[in-house]
């Protein structure tokens, strides 16, 4: 696999879990876990959306590398699955209160 493809993963993979930082303790605690571990994630929280915007870029320039090199239909598929990833990562950023509002309901 290519370098810009891995680093097209690492940077989504990361952007889905800044971006289920609000969500995930909701989660949790709804599994019984406690909630006195919490404070941290308002750390995580305040770099969002640039983490956000950088695997945006990642995904975007991994796109254009495999254009160029004429790669682009052996990865396409790894491609769009960087792509979904990223965009599950905004998603969940801009309905993280509804999220968590549905999440309060069930407790």
């Keep these: 696999m290519q370098k810009h493809l891995s680093l097209s993963y690492l940077g989504s993979l990361s952007a889905l879990g800044v971006?289920?930082?609000?969500?995930?303790p909701m989660t949790m605690m709804l599994l019984g876990l406690g909630g006195s571990w919490l404070a941290i994630f308002g750390k995580i929280a305040a770099v969002s959306?640039?983490?956000?915007?950088?695997s945006t870029t990642l995904?975007?320039?991994s796109w254009l590398l495999s254009h160029q090199?004429?790669?682009l239909p052996k990865l396409k598929w790894w491609l769009?699955?960087?792509t979904a990833?990223?965009?599950l990562a905004w998603v969940v950023v801009?309905?993280?209160?509804?999220?968590?509002d549905f999440l309060i309901m069930q407790m």
């Design 85 to 87: 990833m990223t965009g």
């Design 59 to 61: 995904v975007a320039v």
């Design 69 to 71: 090199r004429g790669s």
């Design 94 to 100: 801009f309905y993280e209160a509804r999220i968590n």
């Design 19 to 24: 971006a289920t930082c609000c969500v995930l």
């Design 80 to 82: 769009w699955g960087t």
């Design 49 to 54: 959306y640039y983490v956000l915007a950088i």
